[in-house]
């Protein structure tokens, strides 16, 4: 089983930053393009930002470019979403995923193009 596990998120005042981290197998970090998406209740899904597996291309919604960051922490062998200058229209159920197929040089913000998530994390914004 490909299992995903985020962590991270909580309640933040507009303007507050946040960190989320998507936890994965070596194969999976090593091989596959890694996205965060989130959906707010009654809301479709968004691709938020994405990476490739060497953490040198990523690729963001026009939302959240200029204030989000995905990153990846080889150290730790994480997935990162770093959330800076928040804002109430980002809270969400933020989830981590993993690209459908091995990594061939190209990646989207498709949900259709991934094929294993994670349970997710919350991300309140107050104002």
């Known amino acids: 089983q490909v299992q995903l596990a985020e962590s991270g998120g909580g309640s933040v005042q507009a303007g507050g930053s946040l960190r989320l981290s998507c936890a994965a197998s070596?194969?999976?970090?090593?091989?596959?393009?890694m996205g965060w998406f989130r959906q707010a209740p009654g809301k479709e899904r968004e691709g938020v930002g994405s990476i490739n597996p060497g953490g040198g291309i990523t690729l963001y919604a026009d939302s959240v470019k200029g204030r989000f960051t995905v990153s990846k922490d080889n150290a730790k062998k994480l997935l990162i979403l770093q959330m800076n200058s928040l804002r109430p229209e980002d809270t969400a159920m933020y989830y981590c995923?993993?690209?459908?197929?091995?990594?061939?040089?190209?990646?989207?913000?498709?949900?259709?193009?991934?094929?294993?998530w994670g349970q997710g994390t919350q991300v309140t914004v107050s104002s």
């Open positions: 070596e194969y999976t970090y090593s091989n596959y393009y």
């Open positions: 995923a993993r690209g459908g197929t091995l990594y061939d040089g190209s990646m989207s913000l498709k949900s259709r193009n991934y094929n294993y």
